[in-house]
């Protein structure tokens, strides 16, 4: 699988493979979340292609501290082969190449294969909660 940012002409079929693995939810628009991404200095899409065919997406950025990782998704078809480890590399590359000395990621308690799937690649679970707040 070839790695690269994401491009304006791919921006549909990345919000489309979100759709498909189950990420998006109604309160969060993923075009303006894709977009406000790319926007950004300290934050990007990556794009994981296998021959000419958006196969992974992951969203990495972070704060100068911490990196986060939001909306990991692999086509359906093509779980299982190790497309999502290599996309949490890249991540991880990503963020260790601008001095961000840890990732962090949020995971629904209730994904038990997702949850799986990150203790295998060596994460752990923070004695923290996660708060939040809508604005707006």
């Not at 200095?41 to 997406?57: E, K, Q």
């Not at 190449?97 to 038990?112: A, C, H, Q, S, Y």
Request: aromatic fraction near 10%; proline fraction near 5%.
């Amino acid at each position: 699988m070839r790695i690269d940012t994401l491009s304006p002409p791919h921006f549909a079929a990345a919000i489309a493979l979100w759709h498909d693995a189950g990420l998006t939810r109604p309160w969060n628009d993923p075009e303006e979340d894709l977009r406000r991404a790319m926007a950004g200095p300290a934050s990007t899409v990556l794009g994981g292609w296998v021959l000419d065919t958006l196969t992974a997406t992951a969203m990495v950025g972070h704060d100068g501290h911490r990196g986060w990782v939001y909306y990991v998704a692999v086509r359906p078809d093509a779980r299982g082969r190790g497309f999502g480890r290599q996309m949490m590399g890249a991540c991880e590359m990503w963020l260790a190449g601008r001095g961000v000395p840890k990732i962090d990621l949020m995971v629904r308690t209730e994904n038990d294969a997702v949850l799986a799937f990150y203790r295998a690649l060596g994460y752990g679970r923070d004695d923290v909660f996660v708060m939040s707040k809508r604005l707006g």
